[in-house]
Structures are given as C-alpha cells and as structure tokens.
C-alpha cells in the first residue's frame, strides 16, 4: 500500500488560491481531510490555510449540526425515546458537541477561537471571520434551511461553496433550493429539540421539509449528485486538487439559482 501525499500548509495555501479563493470571501467548506492527504501538523492545518487565504476580512463556515440531534427521533425505538425524552441534555450553541459525521473539521471549527455558531440544533453552523456573527445570528428553528437560514445568508453575501475531496451529495446548500423550488409533495417533518433557554431546558416543536426525502421515490440518481455535475458542465463552478483530494468551488448564489431551477424542471412545477 502506498503512503499518503505528504501535504504541508504552504501547499495549501497555494492550491487553494489556485482554486480561485481569495482574501475577503465567504466560503462555506465541505471536507475530507483523509482525502487530501497526511496533513502536516494535523486536520486543523486545513481550517488555518483556509483562513490564512481568506485573511481577516474573509469568513470560513461549516455545517456543525449536533452529535445529539432528534430529527429522526420518531424512527427510535420506544425504549431510547423514552429515555431521550426523560434526560436528554439541551441544546446548547456554546457547548454542545458538532456532529462529526460531515468532517471531524466540525468540531475543530465550533471550538476555533472568535468561533460563532447558529442556535439551529440540527441545521447549526459554525463560522469564524469578520461575517460570523451575522451569517450564525437568527437562524429559524422552523425551516432552518430556507429564507434568513445561513444557507440564504451565503448566497446573499455573494459566498462561495468549497469541497475538499467531500461528495456532491454533501452540499448542503442545496437544502434551500429544496426549500425554494416549487414542486409537488415536498414531505414535511415535525419533531421536539431540546433547546437551552435562560439557563433551562425547553422542548421546542421544529417543522422542516424533510432532508432526506423530500418527495419520495425518484428514478435515477440522487439529484444532489446530478445537480452539481451538470452545474460544471455549463460552466458554474471550478475543479481542481488540493493536496491529493479533487476539490470544487462554486459561487453559492448561482448555484443556488441553477439548482431551483433544474428541481422545478425535473420534478414538475407546482
């Protein structure tokens, strides 16, 4: 078995420009830090160069979500709801862990000095820089991927999306094209958080179009792989490596555009 490519910061730094990202932007990340290689120093290499690239006017933002979050609490069993419900700790933006399925930058992200996260439970980001206390302020509890979401935020302040060696299937900015498009049978889920209020626990009931199943059964592939593929082949983002992983940007608000339209197209308006 080969060793992995050896990839130090200055290397980052350099093939991320090379990406076309520059001081002053806003750049939600999507990351495999295995994919790009032995990192020098560790994974938090990769957020420094990032925001070694971004500079001080620049903002870095992540999908967090929480390790401990209840969107699927309906589908537990009766035993774990019950104990959930009887002791649950609550939400809390300031503490309560990131969930580490996105990236174990995650985490590294919500503890990363001047850090600012959204009061979201499941759909909370982390953000570091000059627009982080803004891009994480307000974020809805009900339909937190949708208008004044972070997500709308980045495409308002004219932000980019970054995938590091991550899948298509990982953007989640497409959520509020979900959100936007006006097709038939968008599925609806209702669920209970506990949330950190004052210094107690408060039960909250968050509604959201439902982020993994939005209208059932559909043909062919995922669209969240279909969707970015055919943004690249008209020309709405950007390819490249960044150490050895292949890596996308793409400007959040016209993907944003591309995606709306493409699901009200494909999925039959309203």
């Not at 309560?96 to 992200?109: F, G, K, V």
């Not at 991927?145 to 004219?158: N, T």
Request: glycine share 10%; with cysteine; hydrophobic share 45%.
């Amino acid at each position: 078995m080969s060793e992995p490519l050896i990839v130090t910061r200055s290397r980052l730094v350099r093939e991320l420009r090379g990406l076309g990202l520059e001081p002053g932007q806003m750049v939600m990340l999507h990351v495999s830090v295995r994919a790009i290689g032995w990192v020098v120093g560790g994974p938090d290499q990769v957020l420094a160069a990032l925001l070694e690239v971004l500079g001080p006017q620049g903002t870095l933002m992540m999908m967090v979500s929480w390790e401990d979050g209840t969107f699927e609490l309906g589908q537990w069993s009766s035993e774990k709801q019950r104990a959930y419900l009887d002791e649950a700790p609550a939400f809390d933006p300031a503490r309560s862990r990131a969930h580490r399925q996105w990236s174990i930058l995650t985490e590294y992200l919500r503890t990363w000095p001047g850090s600012c996260r959204s009061a979201h439970p499941d759909g909370s980001v982390a953000a570091v820089g000059r627009l982080a206390p803004w891009i994480t302020a307000d974020h809805p509890l009900r339909y937190g991927h949708g208008p004044g979401s972070p997500l709308a935020k980045l495409c308002e302040a004219g932000g980019r999306v970054l995938l590091l060696g991550a899948p298509f299937t990982s953007l989640t900015l497409l959520h509020y094209a979900e959100h936007v498009a006006r097709v038939p049978g968008k599925r609806v889920v209702r669920y209970r958080c506990p949330v950190l209020r004052e210094g107690r626990k408060v039960w909250v009931e968050l509604e959201e179009y439902d982020t993994n199943n939005l209208i059932g059964e559909w043909e062919g592939d995922g669209y969240f792989a279909l969707i970015p593929q055919e943004a690249l082949a008209r020309g709405l983002g950007r390819m490249g490596r960044v150490g050895a992983a292949l890596s996308y940007v793409f400007d959040a608000a016209a993907l944003h555009r591309f995606a709306v339209a493409w699901l009200e197209e494909n999925l039959g308006p309203v």
